[in-house]
């Protein structure tokens, strides 16, 4: 049997005579910092002549967007990009943007289920009266349960930053490579670059973070190479985690 061909965009320039651009395989990520305009809002959530932010396409968590930078930096490792103390802070300053709306939408959708977000639901929904001139209960902090970083090995060409919800809810969150491309230092912090060169995180696969046993990120509880069973174990925790 052949192999299915691997997906591509083409993206038409407003050029007549300029030659279509093609974007397929681990170039894919490309169409979007080339034309951001040409896709819906339902997966492109901003964007400018910098950078790009978009819904992961294939999330491994309940939301997962990806940050992606306009420049020639994106063609570089993300470890040497970050070497560039002023592209580092600008994509900070974007990233930090891009968390507030992950928090903001795992607010609205768990926030109703939420202890922590108890008092503040009551509030929004008139069953307790906020005094004129206050805020609404501040609430979970949301922020906290979203993390942002890259991965030490990326899986494609252009450079784009994770932002991500802890939860790992999602069906395309399929086996231990996934799940330890998240959960090991496989997945670098953005806050921790730029890395220092005695770092393991240069080296990835002599480490073997994604081939390590399957531990959960809530509760350390350990499954060895079943995946099976830690999925099984991942759903009882969202609802756990949504709980808190």
Not at 125 to 147: C, F, H, Q, S, T
Not at 161 to 189: M, Q, W
Request: net charge positive; glycine share 4%.
């Amino acid at each position: 049997m052949s192999a299915k061909p691997k997906k591509s965009k083409t993206m038409l320039s407003k050029d007549p005579k300029a030659k279509p651009v093609v974007f397929k395989g681990r170039d894919g990520l490309g169409a979007y910092i080339h034309d951001p305009a040409a896709f819906s809002p339902a997966t492109v959530i901003f964007y400018d002549e910098s950078y790009v932010a978009i819904k992961d396409l294939f999330p491994k968590s309940s939301v997962h967007t990806l940050l992606l930078p306009r420049s020639p930096m994106n063609l570089l490792h993300p470890v040497n990009a970050f070497e560039d103390a002023d592209f580092l802070a600008a994509t900070r300053v974007e990233a930090d943007k891009l968390r507030t709306l992950v928090a903001k939408e795992l607010r609205r959708r768990y926030g109703k289920f939420s202890k922590q977000d108890q008092v503040r639901e009551q509030a929004l929904n008139g069953e307790i009266e906020v005094p004129e001139g206050e805020d609404l209960p501040a609430g979970r902090d949301w922020e906290k349960e979203v993390m942002v970083g890259v991965h030490a090995h990326p899986s494609m060409d252009h450079l784009h930053v994770h932002v991500i919800s802890r939860d790992r809810c999602s069906e395309r969150l399929k086996h231990r490579t996934h799940y330890n491309s998240f959960t090991t230092p496989f997945f670098v912090p953005l806050d921790a670059f730029p890395l220092r060169k005695d770092d393991p995180r240069w080296h990835p696969g002599r480490e073997g973070y994604l081939d390590r046993d399957l531990k959960c990120w809530r509760c350390g509880e350990e499954f060895g190479r079943s995946f099976v069973k830690l999925k099984e174990h991942l759903a009882v925790e969202f609802e756990e985690w949504k709980r808190e």
